[in-house]
């Protein structure tokens, strides 16, 4: 049976959180494979809402088993006050898998996000100032702190010096901040080693038999297509590989296993943080979107800069991940516009560009070439089948899926977990 992987087709908070859970009945193992608490999920269960930004939304779900693959940068203490929440609201998370080859997020970590962002003044990323960036990058110059160091007393204490020899110099010369004492940090770190031990183990191999059983396993992108370090808007990214490839690399499965790429796709754009925007709006559209969407940041608090669809993204998303379907959310959201917007091109430098510019400067310069499709004003969110939504909702839908290169599989027409059509199963 399935494996699939779910991911932002845009630049992150697409709703994955309702996707995901919507499938967790069916779904035996969701798996996070990069990213780390810099994502943020709200799924909404009956009159319940929950605001997940480490754990796989799964959890939620009693028949999956959570994974955290080794892809994922984990604070502990973020993951342990995640776990304490959820089970003093009756959630079960004892099946929860950690991987002990993910990485470590260590307070020196977060501190340096913080100052770095603090140096760049203007130029800044507008992180989510977790410590990602500063733990990938530790990953990659090969210091990093692994889940499974916390249990070598010896190598762990080894790690922090020799990490901590290279950061304190900068932290006090560079950044003029107090440098870190490692005794402290190993100390904490070890303070977290029994609580985490029961939850860690070999995820790869565990999820390699779980797909050669039969079993569903659904993996699960933080962030979005556009905030990918490779393909995503360079430098305004995040430091991991929230495209279809990262969840090979971030789980341990090869992708002649993967055999759907769901792309969740919002009806009109966000973003949050820095970085070019072609289809921003700053002006009583933006603002309108905001309220109604309610965009603003799960993890940060921080307002989402809002705009409308952009197909040249969508078309984008496609290629790079080669995603077999999308998952429209928020459609009620545009219910009440006359006519919508939707960007079908670029203009850059006097030229029509239908695709994503390569070169980082057209993209800063690119305008958004616009067509208007039709409103509605029907409320939308009792509709539980395609024919049910209004004749210009499904000409939007239709004409979203025609320039974004996939089919639509589904349609979130309101917040709650039953307020979504499915046209066709994620699970054939
Ligand atoms: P970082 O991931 O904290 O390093 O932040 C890098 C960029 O990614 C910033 O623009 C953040 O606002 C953005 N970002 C990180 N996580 C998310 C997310 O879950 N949704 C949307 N944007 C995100």
Redesign the pocket.
């Known amino acids: 049976m399935p494996a699939l992987v779910l991911l ?1 087709a845009q ?3 697409e709703g994955k959180g309702k996707a995901t859970d919507l499938l967790g009945g069916s779904v035996d193992y969701v798996v996070r494979f990069q ?1 780390g608490n ?3 999920h709200t799924v909404v269960v009956g009159d319940q809402k929950y605001a997940l930004h480490l754990l796989p939304s799964g959890i939620l779900s009693p028949g999956c088993t959570p994974v955290i693959g080794n892809g994922v940068v984990v604070d502990p203490a973020v993951l342990l006050s995640e776990l304490r929440g959820l089970n003093e609201r009756g959630v079960d998370t004892s099946k929860l898998l950690l991987s002990g080859n993910a990485h470590l997020i260590t307070p020196y970590h977060t501190e340096i ?1 913080k100052v770095t962002e603090r140096f760049l003044g203007k130029r800044r ?6 410590g ?2 500063p733990t990938y990058a530790d990953k990659i110059n090969r210091v990093g702190i692994r889940v499974q160091d916390l249990f070598d007393e010896s190598i762990l204490r080894q790690k922090v010096d020799a990490a901590l020899d290279f950061k304190n110099q900068v932290l006090a010369k560079l950044y003029n901040r107090r440098s870190v004492s490692a005794e402290q940090v190993v100390e904490e770190l070890l303070g977290y080693a029994d609580q985490l031990a029961g939850y860690v183990c070999d995820t790869t191999l565990v999820l390699n038999d779980a797909i050669d059983d039969g079993k569903v396993v659904l993996f699960e992108g ?3 297509t556009l ?1 990918d370090v490779d393909h995503g808007t360079y430098p ?4 991991s590989n929230p495209t279809a490839g990262g969840a090979c690399t971030g789980a341990g499965v090869g992708p002649t296993r993967i055999s759907r790429v769901i792309g969740i796709l919002k009806a009109y754009t966000t ?5 070019p925007f072609p289809t921003e709006l700053l002006d009583e559209d933006g603002e309108k979107l905001r309220t109604i969407g309610g965009e603003k ?4 608090g ?1 307002d989402r800069r809002c705009g409308w669809f952009d197909a040249v993204i969508a078309r984008y998303a496609t290629r790079v991940n080669g995603l077999t379907d999308f998952f429209l959310t928020k459609l009620d959201v545009l219910t009440g516009w006359e006519r919508i917007p939707v960007c079908v091109a670029y203009e850059v430098e006097g030229r029509r560009v239908t695709e994503l510019p390569y070169n980082q400067s057209d993209f800063h310069h690119a305008k958004p070439v616009y067509e208007y499709l039709p409103g509605w004003s029907e409320d939308i969110t009792k509709a539980t089948s395609f024919a049910d939504l209004p004749k210009n909702a499904q000409g939007y839908v239709r004409a979203l899926e025609e320039m974004s290169g996939a089919p639509v599989s589904a349609i979130g027409v309101g917040p709650g977990r039953d307020e979504t059509i499915q046209l066709r199963s994620f699970l054939d």
């Open positions: 932002g630049w992150g908070d990213g810099n994502a943020g996000d990323i507008g992180t989510t100032g977790r990602i960036g933080g962030q979005g905030l305004f990214v995040t430091s973003r949050v943080g820095a970085g940041g799960v993890t940060t921080r």
